[in-house]
Structures are given as C-alpha cells and as structure tokens.
C-alpha cells in the first residue's frame, strides 16, 4: 500500500493495528480542517474565485478580471502551491479537537487521521494538525483509502470502525473492504452540501461533530462497546 507516515507514526499505526479498540477513522480536509472556505481566500489572493455552483473545482474557477474559467492544469496548479503553503489558510473544523477527544475518551477509541493529499506535504500537514492539538496518527496515500482501513484493521478485523469522510468514492471504498463500518458523510463548507453527488446506501450524513459524535456512540452501543 502506497502510504507516507513517519517512523514515529508508522509505529503508532502497527500498534493501532494490534489493538481490538474501536477504530475511528477520520478524513481530514473538510472533516478536521476547513478546506473549501480557506482555499476560496487562497483563489482571491491570486485574483481568482471559486463559485460553488457544482461539485467540482475544474470550471468552477475563474480569473475574475476577465471572468473567464480556469482550465484544468490551471486549478491543479492552484491546487499544488495551495498545499505548499496550506498551513497559513486552513483552521480547524468547529467542534473536531474537542469532539475527538470525548470520543476518544468516552469510548477508550483508536483514532487515526487518514488524508488523500500528495504525500509530498505530509510534514507541513503533520506540523499544522500538532499545533491545533491534533496528535493522532496521520496516513497520507494516493492509494483507495479502503486499502488503508482495511491496513489498520489487519490483526483485528472484527473490531467496531467509523469512517469519517465528504467524498462518496472514499466510502464506498471503505465499505468494499469493510463492510460492516460506519459510514459518516461531513462536510464542513454548507453551501457545497446540495451538490454533493448521492451518497452510497449504508451512509448517513451528519452536519457536525456532535452529530457524529451521537451517531458513534449509537454505534458502538449496538456492538456492545
């Protein structure tokens, strides 16, 4: 499996492996930290701007002098120095560090942060997460982030997992390789919500940490944890 960790947290994530705690596992931009808001400022500064009007980024983004869209390769580009530099724009979710921690506590969970970011900036992002208190584990791969759950599940494979994620393909990705997760879609930016595409059955959209932190609990509960 095609992952970036540290050697710190490569044996933080075998540890996690062998253990039969519950296994929360969260995405982080949109779920952890704000993405679409920071990248929106990020656009204006470069005297562009994003419109939500669908879910996607290409052709949504346009040169506000001229109006016109922004080709693919320009929004990829964007999108690469963005990540450069992203621990100046994004902040986290309201209610994440809080809410994992009672998770974390209430439940005695393993909690792991799984992000789809080219791994090339894992350490930036490691730095950002650490100094807002987020010091789980993070996995960065390009990888189906079933391939990664499914990783840290190897030595347990009973044990209660909850994915946190805003994208459909991650889901249902997890889902193929561990069919009796729970399924939590988050979105943190609300005006892209009524565009996202449909999510897969066996998913249940929460608007917020303490939603998710209710439908964890309701979880853990019916499999006796």
Avoid at 62 to 72: D, I
Wanted: glycine share 6%.
């Amino acid at each position: 499996m095609a992952i970036d960790v540290t050697p710190q947290e490569r044996a933080r994530i075998d540890a996690l492996a062998r253990s039969d705690r519950p296994l929360i596992v969260a995405d982080i931009d949109e779920v952890v930290l704000e993405f679409v808001a920071p990248f929106m400022a990020f656009l204006e500064s470069h005297g562009h701007e994003y419109r939500p009007t669908s879910f996607r980024l290409t052709g949504n983004v346009y040169f506000k002098e001229t109006g016109q869209a922004s080709e693919k390769k320009a929004v990829s580009d964007f999108l690469e120095q963005f990540f450069g530099e992203h621990d100046t724009w994004q902040k986290p979710v309201a209610g994440a560090l809080d809410t994992l921690s009672e998770i974390e506590q209430a439940h005695k969970a393993d909690i792991v942060f799984l992000t789809a970011m080219p791994p090339h900036h894992h350490a930036r992002r490691r730095a950002l997460l650490d100094t807002h208190g987020f010091t789980h584990p993070m996995i960065a791969t390009k990888a189906a982030k079933g391939e990664a759950v499914a990783e840290l599940m190897r030595h347990h494979p009973g044990k209660p997992v909850a994915f946190i994620d805003d994208l459909p393909p991650n889901h249902i990705s997890v889902l193929e390789t561990v069919p009796g997760a729970l399924g939590l879609q988050m979105m943190a930016y609300a005006p892209l919500r009524p565009h996202l595409p449909a999510m897969p059955e066996g998913v249940t959209s929460v608007e917020d940490w303490p939603a998710a932190a209710q439908a964890i609990a309701e979880f853990l509960a019916a499999c006796g944890r």
